[in-house]
């Protein structure tokens, strides 16, 4: 019994909650949909309803207008239907308001204009007051290229606001600059600009440059703008033209930004980064560094960073500049990459640099942060690793990329032609017709490119009887022969020593098409001539060149040397050289000054191999592991204990703080006591001194320990330091034996 009044008691009390929301719910229901008396407003209430209504009409007119133009753009509107369109659409909007709709309207429609509309919207207004709709069609003249409108347009504006006295408004202030930097002839186009550069012409005639008329720009022009963010993208745009054309005037851009309180930013810093390339001054780089390091605000982002990378490339100074981006990434923090852009550069660097770790490093960030390569990103990542010797490596990419549905069109012609390049280099030619075979099962369409790498292969392994059918596939395809293909056929006949027949396809080209032999030709056919000896022949391709017109370059000069030699008359190679240089103007590079120095090592002349190297030195051009292991072996050969070591310690980057004079020329002395760590070898990549020339040299000066000076050489330590510099050599026991005996 009590157990059924308790019961019946909860069933009472969740009635009783069920009752009180069902009454709270009428309640709710009655106040907010009953039919009360309307509310009376106050009479300022009511303007601003009314207020309220009007604009917003005046919003749904000017959105009409833009909705109303947007599909006339896609479909090639001529400038009469537009009037038309406009004039209609006008009628409804007050004469007061119609530019300030017709402003509204085009920022709507943002980049999105023709010339046909502004030229409609010019003649539907007459006369531009509204400065809001002078600011949007000078942007839009800018966006069209249509110089000659917007400088009318802006004659008008700078005139009426001069009568009213007043400035331009920063916008159009802007849009001046922009217009005027952007033109193709900057002198004219500046000159052209009201009232800001004044004459182009000097008192006496003579035309001013472009820095005086952008000094022109900066004193008299700028001042005029008050917003920084306007005053920066000036500046920018500024320093973007001088970076290009005369970069020792960028520093006084620089200086004019400090007065005017404008710091230098990351975007600063990238145009800067522009300049950098092999051919700048000296202390350009050094600048640029001083610059991204005293930035007010410290963080990197990835527009500094690619353009830090990109900058890498260009210079020369890949590792030095690395190891200085290295230090800002850990200084400003980790910096999300999310532009493919910018990973192609990173992973470029790095591959220059012959980083494979950071290659794959790069890569592997890339995929785990789910950014999605481009076809150039792929395409740097191939090349990364096939011109640093890893083929296999950079096949295997490509059968990632192949096996993913949302990179598999990247692969192209182009991308494998990296890994055939590279398998040919490694001389596995047999890998390189795997491939073949490969792009013609996944229907790959094959270009001239592709054809004249395949080509190659044929010439460096000799296998000629591939080429024809080579050949006969690219008349079949439509695909007609370009110099590279005739150049790579009489290739692979001159490295058969078929040179009748090599200098039989030349004739062939000559006498059916309009090509002509380039430079690249010629030089195949001397270094056919060179290959086997055959000074005379050489001669006359060399004769043939000249009649043609043909500049040689530092290629023939150093096939030249090693014709020469070849033909046993290695004083010739010096002296035929030295004519080609002076007579071109060619600034020796390093194959030239190795074929030089194999030349003094085959005559047998210690001092001429040596004031070569120190020739080469002298000019900032840097050795490589052949130029090192020529000197090294000759050392060795000719028992030169003293240049032995000099060389050795410059190739693995050791500073030489006292000379033994004896057996060195003068010149490789004075180089050598100078600040040369730039000119190491690289430990590294195709180009590496290889460790087994290493052993050699220590072997040989351990045997011969009692011709070193002591205060010039301590055998033991200058091992030691080699170890450390190189610490994956091992050497033979015997020959550590008798260093540290």
């Known amino acids: ?288 560094m001083a610059v991204i390091d005293n930035r007010a605000v410290k963080e990197m982002d990835e527009v500094l960073l690619g353009s830090l990378y990109e900058a890498c490339i260009r210079c020369g100074q890949v590792k030095k500049l690395l190891n200085y981006v290295q230090k800002l990434r850990e200084e400003s923090g980790l910096v999300t ?154 290739k692979a006949y001159c490295s058969a020593n078929r040179l009748d027949q090599a200098f039989a396809v030349l004739s062939e080209m000559q006498a059916n098409t309009d090509l002509h032999p380039d430079e690249v030709t010629y030089n195949t056919l001397l270094d056919g001539c060179a290959r086997y000896g055959l000074f005379d022949r050489g001669l006359e391709v060399l004769a043939d060149m000249r009649r043609a017109g043909v500049a040689p370059s530092n290629y023939t000069l150093s096939v030249i040397a090693k014709l020469a030699n070849r033909s046993k008359k290695p004083k010739m190679a010096f002296e035929m050289v030295e004519d080609l240089r002076n007579e071109f103007g060619i600034k020796l590079n390093m194959h030239v000054y190795n074929n030089l120095i194999h030349a003094a090592t085959c005559d047998n002349d210690m001092a001429k191999a040596q004031e070569t190297f120190a020739t080469m030195l002298g000019h900032r051009v840097r050795p490589d592991g052949r130029s090192y292991t020529l000197l090294l072996r000759f050392c060795v050969t000719r028992k030169s204990h003293v240049p032995a070591v000099a060389l050795l310690r410059t190739a693995i980057g050791l500073q030489t703080d006292s000379l033994q004079t004896e057996s060195l020329h003068p010149a490789l002395c004075k180089v050598l006591m100078t600040s040369i760590s730039w000119a190491s070898a690289p430990l590294r990549g195709n180009s590496a001194l290889q460790e087994e020339v290493i052993h050699d040299v220590l072997d040989f000066l351990s045997r011969n320990q009692s011709a070193l000076r002591s205060d010039f050489c301590s055998l033991p330590q200058l091992t030691a330091e080699v170890q450390k510099a190189v610490p994956s050599l091992k050497l033979p026991k015997s020959t550590s034996n008798r260093i540290f005996s």
């Open 337 to 490: 990459i999310r532009s493919a852009h910018t990973v192609g550069s990173i992973i470029r660097a790095h591959g220059v640099n012959e980083d494979l770790d950071g290659v794959w490093t790069t890569w592997n960030n890339m995929k785990s942060q789910g950014v999605v390569p481009s076809r150039i990103t792929l395409g740097c990542m191939v090349e990364a690793l096939a011109s640093n010797n890893d083929a296999d490596g950079a096949y295997e990419v490509i059968q990632e990329a192949l096996a993913d549905p949302q990179t598999a069109n990247l692969v192209n012609a182009v991308t494998y032609s990296s890994v055939l390049k590279s398998f040919n280099h490694q001389k596995r030619f047999h890998r390189v017709w795997d491939v073949y075979d490969e792009m013609i099962r996944q229907k790959v369409e094959f270009s001239v490119t592709t054809y004249n790498a395949l080509l190659d292969v044929c010439a460096r392994s000799g296998e000629i009887a591939r080429a024809e059918p080579l050949l006969k596939d690219m008349a079949q395809q439509g695909i007609s022969p370009n110099i590279i293909t005739y150049g790579t056929v009489i």
């Open 1 to 288: 019994m009590i157990e059924a009044l308790y019961m019946t008691w909860e069933i009472l009390a969740a009635a009783k909650l069920e009752i009180g929301v069902f009454f709270l719910a009428a309640l709710l229901h009655f106040l907010l949909f009953s039919n009360r008396a309307p509310v009376k407003l106050s009479s300022k209430a009511k303007l601003d309803v009314e207020k309220s209504e009007k604009n917003n009409e005046k919003t749904a007119e000017k959105t009409t207008i833009a909705r109303a133009l947007r599909p006339m753009l896609r479909s090639g509107t001529s400038k009469a239907t537009f009037e038309a369109e406009l004039r209609a659409t006008l009628t409804k909007v007050p004469a007061s308001e119609r530019q300030k709709t017709l402003a509204t309207a085009l920022e709507s429609l943002g980049r999105q204009v023709e010339p046909e509309l502004l030229s409609a919207m010019r003649s539907v207004t007459g006369a531009v007051t509204e400065l809001r709709l002078a600011e949007q069609l000078l942007r839009g003249y800018l966006s069209v290229r249509s110089r000659t409108d917007f400088e009318e347009l802006l004659r008008d504006v700078e005139k009426a606001q001069t009568q009213k006295g007043e400035l331009l408004p920063n916008g159009i202030a802007v849009l001046a600059v922009q217009f005027a930097l952007a033109g193709e002839n900057l002198e004219a186009a500046l000159a052209r600009l009201p009232g800001i550069a004044g004459e182009a012409r000097t008192t006496n005639g003579s035309t001013k440059s472009n820095w005086e008329l952008l000094d022109k720009v900066m004193t008299e022009f700028l001042p005029l703008i008050d917003d920084p963010h306007a005053i920066h993208v000036c500046f920018h745009r500024i320093l973007d033209t001088l970076v290009k054309s005369d970069s020792t005037h960028a520093w006084e851009v620089l200086k004019r930004m400090e007065a005017a309180k404008v710091p230098p930013n990351n975007v600063t810093c990238s145009i800067l980064l522009k300049g950098v390339h092999k051919e700048m001054k000296e202390d350009y780089l050094k600048k640029v």
